[in-house]
């Protein structure tokens, strides 16, 4: 059953308080007493155009679809963009960072110092090699 069917099964007469049956009832008191406002239509316009150009364009954020927007003759803010976009769900299908993932094919070595208790001056020694350069990379740098 959807929730405006289940809404419209909540009485004001009758043996149970309205706040019971909607607990029962699985809505909130909210809807019941206050009605969902309707929607502009110069938002629904807007709504209209919003999923012709994510159809071409689903990569588009935002800005980029304020742009577009703007291409064809319509100005509206960032802001409004974003808002009919959280309603409608949408967001800009772009790949998402994956810095923490570790190549299947990358060895795992071992940390050597666990456990060791360094005691002394100069007992162990780092070196950072990420920065040498070496024959046949591709650097423009090259040594005097």
Known sequence: MSR???LALVSREGTLSV?????????????FYR????????????IRRLNELRTAYPFYGAHQLVAALRLQGVF???????RLMREMGLSAVV???????KAPSHK?????????GITET???????????PMRGASCTWRPP
């Open 108 to 116: 795992v070595f071992p940390y050597l110092l666990r456990g060791m």
């Open 95 to 101: 790949p998402k960072s994956s810095t923490s993932l």
């Open 19 to 31: 706040a019971t049956q909607c607990r029962l009832l699985d809505v909130s008191r909210r809807d």
């Open 4 to 6: 405006t069917e289940r």
């Open 122 to 132: 100069n007992q162990v020694w780092c070196l950072d090699i990420t920065h040498i």
């Open 76 to 82: 509206t803010g960032r802001n409004r963009v974003r």
């Open 35 to 46: 009605p969902s406002r309707k929607v502009p239509e110069d938002d629904l316009a807007m």
